[in-house]
């Protein structure tokens, strides 16, 4: 169970707001701009390794990147930072699943029942 804090500094969200005298429409952490700046160039490279092509303009690699960035920050709150939700996904998806075939399991049959009337 989580508690709802009360203190300032958690409420309180580090935000460009724009240049002076020109905001932005929309209100990011600087740390949505951050990541969103990090995964720029990796979907660029990821589809350079694919194409050995380099966009003039890389709107599907923003369009990722966009998506990407909210999805990660989707989870983020002050208990959980975005490098904890990254680490996280990183995680869950290198493991293994449960196999999605039922598997059955060892059985263990004695050959031959010896029965001894003394106790060793």
Request: no cysteine; aromatic share 14%; charged share 25%.
């Amino acid at each position: 169970m989580r508690l709802r804090t009360d203190d300032d500094i958690y409420r309180a969200r580090l935000v460009y707001l724009g240049p002076p005298g020109y905001t932005l429409p929309v209100q990011l952490p600087y740390a949505q701009y951050g990541l969103f700046m990090l995964l720029v160039p990796l979907y660029i490279f990821i589809h350079y390794m694919f194409t050995f092509k380099v966009e003039l303009f890389p709107a599907w690699e923003i369009a990722l990147a966009i998506v990407s960035t909210s999805l990660v920050f989707r989870y983020v709150d002050p208990d959980r930072p975005a490098r904890m939700v990254i680490r996280t996904a990183l995680t869950d998806w290198r493991r293994t699943r449960e196999p999605r075939t039922e598997q059955r399991e060892p059985r263990l049959v004695a050959s031959r029942i010896r029965i001894r009337e003394e106790l060793v």
